[in-house]
């Protein structure tokens, strides 16, 4: 296990964009920070497994670490609306970058319902200078994608707590300045009696674990993570005692399973841009034609490629809406939109490979990508089983847990 502390996002005397144009204005200039910064690497990252350093540096040269952090620190202070445009346009280029974004900026929502001690809001206004990356590291190798619920326990000291943790899939892993952990409290009598924290990459103790090495989402770092003894004052605990678990509801799922969401809307919008192309520029020489032109089967499914994106599009702008202005139907449509995002852009992906045939097979068009990084959503937890059963116990009435 390799204990290097992550180097450092930008340096000192750089001065990001933080909070000197509007949402609008920052969409207008991310196609061009994806071409210069996101695309051109995107192959490779996934060839070798690379983290995406450079869009992870421009999103912090252009503010958008900060991106729902209030201006008075610094920040951006925008919502969901711009928060989801931004990681599905990340993710039609790459979805690990997508990923490593939403995972941060869910971290940093946890930082900012937290009180605001002297820890926090350096914490924050670092990263709405583009000087620091977080994630979240709640996964536990004992209880798997039952995240809201760790076997590890804090040790009460005199300075604050001691965390001993086998943390799992702890995107951005060597590579984020910080994580959000969690871990059962230290007098907590149940499995979800749990407290947050927010522990620096660099504490001694902090032992990242072997080289990510997945199937899809190969830049993210998604590698384990092990917690010997760490120490962390009490400055730096972001929830109260016992109370993770409402923050992990009422705070992180939400905006996770938006990002998610988002993410999976990008790579079916890649998976649909990229199929029209071949099959536009394909020829059957023997007939004149293109594939497009010669096969109504593959314009059929090329429609039903379009009509799921379209519809997750409006899932997501619903979402949107519901957590702007929240009311009876929006955990329910908390749930309900990761699970059929992530089976659209599977259904898309897979259609996408099928209708590319040897091209896509070859990987000659970027659909073998599109369709690998489609299936993380699916196991990512909470996975599109656990969330149908959330779903199903919330429509019949019944607790979640």
Request: glycine share 8%.
């Amino acid at each position: 296990m390799s204990t290097n502390a992550p180097a450092p996002l930008l340096p000192p005397e750089s001065h990001p964009a933080s909070a000197r144009a509007t949402g609008a204005s920052y969409l207008d200039r991310l196609p061009s920070l994806i071409d210069e910064s996101v695309r051109v690497y995107a192959d490779r990252n996934d060839e070798l497994a690379r983290f995406p350093e450079e869009g992870i540096r421009a999103l912090g040269e252009e503010g958008l670490l900060g991106l729902s952090i209030p201006t008075a620190l610094g920040g951006l202070g925008q919502g969901p609306g711009l928060f989801a445009k931004v990681v599905a346009a990340l993710a039609e280029a790459d979805a690990s970058l997508a990923m490593v974004y939403l995972m941060h900026l869910a971290g940093a929502a946890v930082l900012l319902q937290a009180s605001q001690t002297s820890v926090v809001s350096a914490a924050l206004r670092e990263m709405a200078m583009g000087r620091h990356l977080t994630t979240l590291a709640f996964s536990e190798k004992g209880s798997r994608s039952h995240f809201w619920s760790p076997v590890s326990r804090a040790r009460r000291t005199p300075e604050g707590v001691r965390l001993s943790a086998n943390k799992s899939w702890v995107t951005s892993a060597g590579h984020a300045q910080s994580m959000v952990v969690t871990t059962l409290s230290a007098e907590g009598h149940g499995p979800v009696d749990t407290t947050l924290y927010l522990l620096r990459s660099d504490e001694p103790g902090v032992l990242i674990g072997p080289a990510w090495n997945g199937m899809g989402l190969r830049g993210n770092a998604s590698s384990p993570i092990e917690l010997k003894d760490c120490c962390v004052p009490e400055e730096a605990r972001l929830s109260g005692e016992g109370g993770g678990m409402s923050v992990k509801l009422q705070t992180v799922l939400p905006l996770f399973n938006l990002g998610v969401a988002a993410m999976d809307l990008g790579i079916s919008r890649a998976a649909v841009k990229a199929t029209v192309a071949h099959l536009t520029s394909a020829r059957l020489e023997h007939m004149g034609s293109s594939l497009a032109e010669a096969f109504p089967t593959l314009r059929a499914q090329v429609a039903r490629m379009q009509s799921a994106t379209d519809g997750l599009e409006l899932r997501v702008e619903d979402l949107v809406r519901q957590l702007e202005s929240p009311g009876p139907q929006t955990l329910l449509r908390v749930l309900e939109t990761k699970a059929a995002a992530n089976e659209i852009a599977i259904q898309v992906t897979s259609d996408a490979m099928r209708a590319c045939g040897g091209a896509a097979f070859s990987r000659h068009t970027r659909i073998d990508r599109y369709f690998r990084d489609a299936q993380a959503g699916a196991v990512m937890a909470p996975t599109v089983d656990q969330v149908n059963e959330f779903v199903g116990r919330a429509v019949l009435g019944l607790p979640l847990m």
